[in-house]
């Protein structure tokens, strides 16, 4: 199976900061035939079900603001929150679905210092 | 907009069985593959199993394979997981999700809110 990781496990940021959670796989998650990373990320609320943010790496769900931004390739992977607002309080996952069983990272909680 | 609704939680003995239910609307269910994910209390996601759009394939973590089986009905617009031999450890908030695309290997870009197993004698 391919293991998740996630650094680090919880992180504080000011209103307005800059939040990088980081995400590293077992394995490459990049298919060479189609060129993409079978990455995703995940932001969840409590008592909320998740909610996707990022897929294929980098590419931003549709009606998510643009603060959040996925990059990376391979093995390693980065969310980035620009300019964090009291909405992103949450804990955000990554998920490789390029090897079944589709596995999560371990989850990163992000709140407001 | 897509909506998905799960049903079918509740207290059960271990070693006993139960079916979820997750009813899709919103979209041509069959187009898309889905998924079971599940969260035990306190806990992270797990990846539970994942059934192709038309049914074909289906495929299991571990710790569930022969025990558990997905399934889905495309003229209900409905998606189960049967779950026999139910342990424990298999206690957790199960979430039911749309796949970003028919192909099991994609995200899920839909999710239910949830309905909550408990395995207890």
């Known amino acids: 199976d391919i293991v998740m990781t996630q650094s680090p496990d919880s992180l504080a940021v000011s209103l307005g900061e800059r939040a990088t959670i980081n995400c590293k796989s077992s394995?490459?998650?990049?298919?060479?035939?189609?060129?993409?990373?079978?990455l995703a990320w995940y932001q969840q609320k409590p008592g909320q079900p998740p909610k996707l943010l990022i897929y294929?790496?980098?590419n931003r769900e549709s009606g998510v603001p643009d603060r959040f931004s996925g990059s990376g390739s391979g093995t390693d992977f980065t969310l980035t929150i620009n300019s964090l607002q009291a909405a992103d309080v949450a804990v955000y996952y990554c998920?490789?679905?390029?090897?079944?069983?589709?596995?999560f990272g371990p989850g990163t909680i992000v709140d407001v210092k | 907009q897509v909506q998905l609704v799960e049903s079918g939680g509740g207290v059960v003995q271990p070693g006993r069985s139960l079916r979820l239910s997750c009813v899709a609307s919103?979209?041509?269910?069959?187009?898309?593959?889905m998924h079971w994910v599940r969260q035990a209390p306190g806990k992270g996601l797990e990846w539970v199993a994942v059934?192709?759009?038309?049914?074909?394939?289906?495929y299991y973590v571990d710790s569930v394979k022969g025990r558990f089986t997905i399934s889905r009905d495309n003229s209900k617009n409905t998606l189960y997981l049967q779950m026999n031999d139910l342990r424990d450890e298999d206690t957790a908030v199960y979430y039911c999700?749309?796949?970003?695309?028919?192909?099991?290997?994609?995200?899920?870009?839909?999710w239910g809110q949830g309905t909550q197993v408990t395995v207890s004698s």
């Open positions: 999700a749309k796949s970003r695309a028919s192909s099991v290997y994609n995200s899920g870009d839909y």
């Open positions: 919103g979209s041509t269910f069959s187009n898309y593959g």
């Open positions: 059934i192709s759009s038309d049914g074909s394939n289906e």
């Open positions: 394995r490459s998650l990049l298919y060479s035939s189609n060129n993409k990373n079978y």
């Open positions: 294929w790496a980098s």
């Open positions: 998920q490789q679905y390029f090897s079944i069983p589709f596995t």
